[in-house]
């Protein structure tokens, strides 16, 4: 069990004029060019000001050809602060950095696990995600059960990811901007995925300034109910506007959030 990880109150202090996010449950991090392989198994995780999970792998500088890192993700339950108007908590970040090719990215799995309560509201502008990755390659994401959520699963610049079998639950259609996975990269397989109360279920980007798009995607038996639609194609402009704000290079993993946010 980890919980009470933090500072305090969940706010966001200013360092240098940015946000400064931290309170992380649990931080796995590789910038060095040995290849490791981490399990994080069976924990229950909550009260934390960031986030539950953070893993991040950046590139040796003198082999960007190395993939360092691989991680499995399996069977944790992650619990949010739940409604609030001060933190934009994220469940799991997985994602890697400075790669030559997308195959040499960060691979591995994120299976089975359960998060919870990462949600925003009111006037706060940046939105809770249950699962966010960056630059990652052929990652399965199965069998995870994600509710209560501004964005279940924000998958940017995916190659090859396996996205089945899990269940993503919004905080229903009157929250704005509420999104079961927005993706971008090439391909990736949605497969059997079941969306409940959100107000968009499946956005792929399509010449988003930011993230690319979303090349040769593939869907298949994926079931939305209580969705106001199902599936939005485009650049995506509304889920990027501020991404400004939010950090732009990996080496500041530890004072801001490891890429972008998309925004409702």
């Known amino acids: ?8 109150q969940p706010t966001l202090p ?5 946000p400064s996010y931290q309170g992380q449950g649990m931080l796995v991090v590789n910038f060095g060019a040995t290849p490791r392989t981490v399990t994080i198994e069976h924990n229950r995780i909550f009260n934390y000001n960031n986030s539950g999970i953070t893993i991040f792998a950046e590139a040796y500088w003198e082999n960007p050809a190395l993939a360092n890192l691989t991680v499995h993700v399996v069977d944790n339950t992650i619990i949010g ?11 799991i970040f997985f994602g890697g950095y400075h790669f030559a090719e997308p195959q040499f990215s960060i691979p ?23 699962i966010a990755t960056y630059n990652t390659y052929n990652v399965e994401m199965a069998d995870n059960v994600v509710e209560n959520v501004n964005i279940a699963l924000a998958g940017h610049q995916a ?19 509420s999104t079961g996975i927005i993706l971008s990269g090439s391909d990736t ?6 969306f409940k109360k959100l107000e968009t279920g499946i956005m792929l980007l ?5 993230f690319g798009s979303a090349l040769n995607t593939s869907l298949d038996e994926n079931r939305l109910e209580h969705v106001g639609t199902d599936v939005l194609t485009g650049p995506g402009a509304s889920f990027t506007m501020m991404a ?3 950090a732009e290079t990996p080496s500041s993993w530890d004072r801001q959030r490891v890429f972008p946010q998309p925004l409702p």
Not at 113 to 119: A, E, G, K, P, V
Not at 189 to 194: G, K, P, S
């Open 244 to 246: 400004a704000s939010a």
């Open 159 to 177: 190659s090859g990811a396996q996205i089945a079998d899990n269940h993503f639950t919004g905080p229903g259609q009157g929250v704005f901007g």
């Open 81 to 91: 602060a739940g409604p609030n108007e001060v933190n934009d908590q994220w469940g």
């Open 1 to 8: 069990m980890v919980k009470d990880v933090g500072f305090g």
């Open 206 to 210: 399509v010449e988003d300034p930011m």
């Open 108 to 130: 591995g799995t994120i299976k089975g696990n359960r998060i919870q309560d990462q949600i925003t509201v009111g006037a706060y502008p940046i939105p809770g995600v249950g």
């Open 14 to 18: 200013m360092i240098d004029g940015q």
């Open 189 to 194: 397989r949605l497969t059997e995925n079941r």
